[in-house]
């Protein structure tokens, strides 16, 4: 038979298991939707985009001959738009790794944590 204290204890570690349970479902579930997120995104744009470069108005290349077709003023926007977007789903997936990162090490830490408390 156990003791007060041991049935306290068992019962503060099925408290802690069933909470680090629900914080990992909900981190998951947060995992998903960012990338169902960044790919709704991605297709949206991608969709969008050539309707986008279809109303840009092509600036007249008789003047300045000699310059490269980036520096016009048509075709500028669409090449800051494509780097604006990269670079803001570069920081969506660097954020999305360390998230996944940070939940391996909090997985590894209680794990060990359990088989501390086993011994």
């Given at each position: 038979?156990?003791?007060?204290?041991?049935?306290l204890?068992?019962?503060?570690?099925?408290?802690?298991?069933?909470?680090?349970?629900?914080?990992?479902?909900?981190?998951?579930?947060?995992a998903?939707?960012?990338?169902?997120?960044?790919?709704?995104?991605?297709?949206?744009l991608?969709?969008?985009m050539?309707?986008?470069?279809?109303?840009?108005?092509?600036?007249?290349?008789?003047?300045?001959?000699?310059?490269?077709?980036?520096?016009?003023?048509?075709?500028?926007?669409?090449?800051?738009?494509?780097?604006?977007i990269?670079?803001?789903?570069?920081?969506?997936?660097?954020?999305?790794?360390?998230?996944i990162?940070?939940?391996?090490?909090?997985?590894?830490?209680?794990?060990?944590?359990?088989?501390?408390?086993?011994?």
């Amino acid at each position: 038979m156990r003791n007060h204290e041991e049935r306290l204890e068992e019962v503060q570690k099925r408290i802690a298991q069933v909470q680090y349970k629900q914080k990992q479902r909900r981190s998951y579930m947060m995992a998903v939707s960012s990338v169902t997120i960044c790919l709704v995104i991605i297709v949206g744009l991608a969709s969008v985009m050539p309707g986008v470069a279809q109303n840009i108005i092509v600036s007249d290349y008789d003047t300045f001959k000699t310059t490269a077709s980036i520096f016009t003023e048509g075709t500028m926007f669409g090449y800051l738009l494509i780097g604006l977007i990269a670079f803001v789903l570069g920081v969506c997936v660097t954020i999305l790794c360390l998230h996944i990162h940070n939940l391996q090490k909090e997985e590894k830490e209680m794990e060990d944590k359990d088989d501390r408390n086993h011994r």
